[in-house]
């Protein structure tokens, strides 16, 4: 054990303060360790009907979205899917019923509008239930990655309007109730790259930096009120929105990763919702900035390259 001297002079507390800080940063990623692996694998999920008997799911037909939803109705919860695609709705609804014997209710809404009419039209389908939860999931990204001169107009603006407008603009509508009754969870789905800079997917990360700013300031807002606002930052999950299709130990299947993230609800403000997200983000916040943008630029200007050939052999 590390003796400090009962007597220190200027000299002594100089030649012990390495030993000292040392110490104190081999404690602190101690704790970050353990932390981490009793969030990750020990901690057991909070009784999520607390908040209410209905959660609302953008975004609900596909990939995480549906995978939330599922994993809601495991838990007892009925379910409000909202989507472009009537049919795919009818047919994921008339799924949860049948295996988990909840109610559902379905709602085809096009998020890439910016008219705030139809948006008071949506709420007024899901007005009279009693929302517990609102998952905002919702989201477009690039094509393919690009320069900021190669993205035309109509695809910022659906950016814009899909990761951004979409939450932002139910949120309000959703929170007056929640407010009133003091409970309810906001569940706003960002992405790893909104916490990195990404180059060639700039304004796809800036939308998704946004939605974590609006998540914490939602946090300091309403928390008093008893309203539970988290930002979920996944890595890649195997969707249509990835295009990644094969599911390995860092991009799992949607159901995979809806299980953990759904488990951090009502204890963790800003998580990657995954263990092994978690353990890339670690990676991407501690490396030297210069190696990771190098990196991050080198990446989607190889994926650029191949997705600019592949349309050119077509």
Not at 35 to 55: E, M
Not at 236 to 244: N, T
Request: net charge positive; proline share 3%; glycine share 6%.
């Amino acid at each position: 054990m590390l003796e400090i001297p009962e007597h220190l002079d200027l000299k002594s507390i100089i030649a012990f303060f390495p030993y000292s800080v040392g110490l104190k940063i081999i404690g602190y990623f101690i704790f970050k360790f353990i932390a981490f692996i009793y969030r990750s694998f020990i901690r057991s999920g909070k009784n999520l009907k607390k908040y209410g008997s209905w959660a609302v799911v953008t975004g609900a037909t596909d990939g995480i979205g549906k995978a939330y939803c599922e994993e809601f109705a495991k838990k007892g919860l009925n379910i409000c899917l909202v989507s472009r695609s009537l049919d795919k709705l009818k047919t994921e609804a008339q799924a949860i019923e049948s295996k988990f014997k909840v109610q559902t209710r379905v709602v085809q809404f096009d998020f890439s509008t910016d008219d705030n009419a139809k948006y008071d039209g949506l709420y007024s389908q899901i007005a009279d239930l009693d929302i517990g939860i609102l998952v905002n999931n919702v989201g477009v990204s690039y094509d393919h990655p690009m320069y900021l001169d190669e993205l035309p107009i109509n695809a910022i603006e659906n950016l814009i309007n899909l990761n951004i407008r979409s939450a932002s603009i139910l949120t309000k509508l959703v929170l007056p109730n929640l407010i009133k009754k003091k409970s309810g969870a906001i569940i706003n789905i960002s992405s790893i790259s909104g916490v990195n800079t990404v180059p060639l997917l700039t304004v796809y990360s800036a939308t998704k930096a946004f939605i974590e700013k609006f998540s914490l300031g939602l946090n300091l807002e309403y928390g008093s009120k008893g309203i539970f606002v988290q930002c979920v930052t996944p890595a890649i999950v195997c969707s249509k929105l990835s295009k990644v299709r094969r599911a390995n130990l860092f991009q799992p299947m949607p159901s995979t990763f809806a299980r953990s993230a759904v488990k951090t609800i009502g204890y963790d403000k800003l998580t990657t919702g995954y263990w092994t997200h978690e353990i890339q983000n670690f990676a991407l916040h501690y490396l030297p900035a210069f190696i990771v943008d190098k990196y991050m630029f080198s990446m989607h200007l190889g994926q650029r390259s191949r997705a600019l050939a592949k349309k050119k052999s077509s």
